[in-house]
């Protein structure tokens, strides 16, 4: 009896300096990684986070429901990759998004540029919606003209305003306009690439350079349309009448 008990203390000793030595080396190997880098054939996460050596977070890749930011005023919750500045603010990123809706779909994919604290400058975008009345399909590189940081939260007083207020879309647009000649809102100033889609009244497959100008009014259109034919357009500080346009026939030379 006593030889079979003192043979279960030395197992349950050397059960304990093994576990002591695996819990220590998992500790070392938190700290310094006996292998730092490690393949892995299939890795199933739901969000995987990339740190400087001080802790930030500055790159994320992630689901749609482990991924919750600021992106200026806006709370921005969506998967994909998303890029982090030194403040820890999502500063842009490649995301997606993709649903059937009733008649057709809509889908996103952006990868996108953001200003300080601010939101998206530089876009390369795919857009489409397609329901029982409309089909709309966007491809390109878009560029946007953004206030100042300091100046976010009067930028989205603004916005909730123009959402408010009472009128006619002319009067809306109007006082949208005047906003935008102070430099209070974001303006559109570049699209380069391909516009198509349908609606009851018309189709449209336009591909081509669109500039606006400070104001977000159109200011030069050059494009091929869907019948093949070349358009050059310049338009009034406004953007709503053409002062210059050039048409050529399709395979036609200027």
């Not at 998303?82 to 999502?90: A, Q």
């Not at 952006?110 to 300080?116: G, I």
């Not at 601010?118 to 009345?133: I, R, T, Y």
Request: glycine share 8%; proline share 3%.
């Amino acid at each position: 009896m006593e030889q079979m008990l003192l043979r279960q203390i030395r197992l349950l000793r050397s059960l304990v300096i093994v576990l002591l030595t695996v819990t220590t080396a998992l500790v070392l190997n938190v700290v310094h990684p006996f292998l730092p880098a490690q393949a892995f054939k299939i890795l199933n996460a739901e969000r995987l986070n990339i740190r400087e050596p001080d802790g930030t977070v500055k790159l994320i890749l992630s689901n749609a429901n482990r991924f919750k930011g600021r992106n200026g005023l806006k709370e921005v919750t969506f998967a994909g990759l998303i890029f982090l500045n030194h403040e820890g603010e999502e500063c842009g990123g490649l995301t997606y998004d993709g649903d059937k809706i009733a008649g057709g779909q809509k889908a996103e994919s952006d990868l996108t540029l953001d200003q300080f604290h601010q939101d998206q400058n530089v876009v390369l975008e795919h857009h489409e919606l397609k329901d029982s009345q409309t089909t709309r399909i966007i491809d390109g590189v878009a560029i946007n003209a953004r206030p100042d940081w300091t100046r976010v939260k009067e930028e989205y007083k603004i916005y909730d305003e123009l959402d408010k207020m009472k009128g006619s879309d002319a009067e809306r647009d109007a006082a949208r306009l005047d906003y935008a000649r102070q430099g209070k809102v974001t303006t559109r100033r570049l699209f380069v690439g391909v516009r198509r889609g349908a609606t009851a009244k018309e189709s449209y497959d336009d591909t081509g350079l669109f500039i606006r100008n400070t104001w977000g009014r159109e200011a030069i259109k050059l494009f091929v349309d869907k019948e093949n034919k070349p358009h050059l357009q310049v338009f009034d500080p406004l953007g709503e009448k053409i002062v210059y346009e050039a048409n050529f026939s399709a395979g036609q030379a200027p």
